[in-house]
T-cell receptor, first 112, second 110 residues
Framework: DAGVTQSPTHLIKTRGQQVTLRCSPK?????VSWYQQALGQGPQFIFQ???????QRGNFPDRFSGHQFPNYSSELNVNALLLGDSALYLC???????????FGSGTRLTVV | EDQVTQSPEALRLQEGESSSLNCSYT??????LFWYRQDPGKGPEFLFT???AGEEKEKERLKATLTKKESFLHITAPKPEDSATYLC???????????FGKGTTLSVSS
């Protein structure tokens, strides 16, 4: 199954540390979006990458940054972690401008 | 401001007891309304996209409908395996991201 793959699945970090989450999109998809989902909430848009550029950004501070590689895979970096950054981080891929998102299973980040 | 509101927050049904979930939205120029299913600890799984008022889509025991201001997800004769959180979403004005509601958590007991 060539779905969206995220790693790691779970992660525990200490306040102030930095973390990198990884995402491999579904085969044939060139656009990657990242969402943060706090417990009991819907996913919130962080940013979207297309052609290795950040195309749009949601209401998240600069501590959140990303990158897209030539093979369309992507990384999400979070610096100076806060307790409030604890959440499920979801990667979604889609072909071009389509909203036909395929989501990965997410990375559960816990900040202690 | 674009907003998506889902109700109820939680719904408990007996197996076979039909019901509906509501999603109301405020967005200029709707470019589609999306329904997803999310199991605990998993990413959302796409169910339906609706584009215009009056449109309906069905999948097994689920039927989604759309009006100018809201959408309904009707669940007919649900089974325990339908237990999940159901999310609805609409594209933002820039058209580059989905705005999600908080979801309705459905529990179906046998």
């Amino acid at each position: 199954d060539a779905g969206v793959t995220q790693s790691p699945t779970h992660l525990i970090k200490t306040r102030g540390q930095q973390v990198t989450l990884r995402c491999s999109p579904k085969s044939g998809h060139d656009t990657v979006s990242w969402y943060q989902q706090a417990l009991g909430q819907g996913p919130q848009f962080i940013f979207q990458y297309y052609e290795e550029e950040e195309r749009q950004r949601g209401n998240f501070p600069d501590r959140f940054s990303g990158h897209q590689f030539p093979n369309y895979s992507s990384e999400l970096n979070v610096n100076a972690l806060l307790l409030g950054d604890s959440a499920l981080y979801l990667c979604a891929s889609s072909p071009g401008d389509s909203y036909g998102y395929t989501f990965g299973s997410g990375t559960r980040l816990t900040v202690v | 401001e674009d907003q998506v509101t889902q109700s109820p927050e939680a719904l408990r049904l007996q197996e076979g007891e039909s019901s509906s979930l509501n999603c109301s939205y405020t967005v200029s120029g709707l470019r589609g309304l999306f329904w997803y299913r999310q199991d605990p600890g998993k990413g959302p799984e796409f169910l339906f996209t609706l584009y215009s008022a009056g449109e309906e889509k069905e999948k097994e025991r689920l039927k989604a409908t759309l009006t100018k201001k809201e959408s309904f997800l009707h669940i007919t004769a649900p089974k325990p395996e339908d237990s999940a959180t159901y999310l609805c979403a609409v594209p933002n004005q820039a058209g580059t991201a989905l705005i999600f509601g908080k979801g309705t958590t459905l529990s179906v007991s046998s």
